[in-house]
């Protein structure tokens, strides 16, 4: 089946410093999803992107949808200690409406 | 706001138990869907269902069963339960075929013993 491959798969770092993960996949996607999951709570939505090459921007957080439709990256600016959280990114491809998701990213911030 | 809401946050059941993990979606979502999540392996599908009394199989469904006889609830069945179903489970909802991503609730994490 369709896998995606994210990392880094955690991450320490110093508030203040900027944070980068990413997700590739062996197949094309219609459609990008970033979430962040707070310790003991689901996932919520960050950002979503839907045409290759889209860069959007949500506060500190840009995401944006690989050209080649394989790939995405994250980018949290200047971190702060509620980022905390895990990360993922999730695919889905034509109609089917279900969602593939990455193994995740923990950001753990020191203040 | 969309709520999804698991019925229980934290359950212990023992070996062999039949466990019910409910689910309740209070926007009028067609679709829904049972995860579970586990270290370094993100979230696997269960199930999912588009319609009442639909029901799909997901990546994972062996050992599991489900129930959706009205619009806004998803049951997730436990025939047996067994230690490696020890886990977090997560249920989300959607309006489309995932454009829009899912809502999720806050999970339910049980414990097999």
């Known amino acids: 089946g369709q896998q995606l491959n994210q990392s880094p798969q955690s991450m320490f770092i110093q508030e203040g410093e900027d944070v980068s993960m990413n997700c590739t996949s062996s197949s094309i996607f219609n459609t990008w999803l970033w979430y962040k999951q707070d310790p003991g709570e689901g996932p919520v939505l960050l950002i979503a992107?839907?045409?290759?090459?889209e860069l959007t921007s949500n506060g500190r957080l840009t995401a944006q949808f690989g050209i080649t439709r394989k790939d995405s990256f994250l980018n949290i600016s200047a971190s702060i200690p509620s980022d905390v959280g895990i990360y993922f990114c999730?695919?889905?491809?034509?109609?089917?409406?279900?969602?593939?998701f990455g193994q995740g990213t923990t950001l753990q911030v020191k203040p | 706001d969309v709520k999804v809401t698991q019925s229980s946050r934290y359950l212990v059941k023992r070996t062999g138990e039949k466990v019910f993990l409910e689910c309740v979606q209070d926007?009028?979502?067609?679709?829904m869907f049972w995860y579970r999540q586990d270290p370094g392996l993100g979230l696997r599908l269960i199930y999912f269902?588009?319609?009442?009394?639909?029901?799909e199989k997901g990546d994972i469904p062996e050992g599991y069963s489900v129930s959706r006889e009205k619009k806004e609830r998803f049951s997730l069945i436990l025939e047996s339960a067994s230690t490696n179903q020890t886990s977090m489970y997560l249920c989300?909802?959607?309006?489309?075929?995932?454009?829009?991503?899912?809502?999720f609730g806050s999970g339910t994490r049980l414990t097999v013993v």
């Open positions: 926007m009028d979502h067609e679709n």
């Open positions: 989300a909802s959607s309006l489309d075929r995932g454009r829009d991503g899912y809502t």
């Open positions: 269902s588009y319609d009442v009394k639909m029901k």
């Open positions: 999730a695919g889905s491809f034509g109609n089917t409406g279900k969602l593939i």
């Open positions: 992107l839907y045409k290759a090459g």
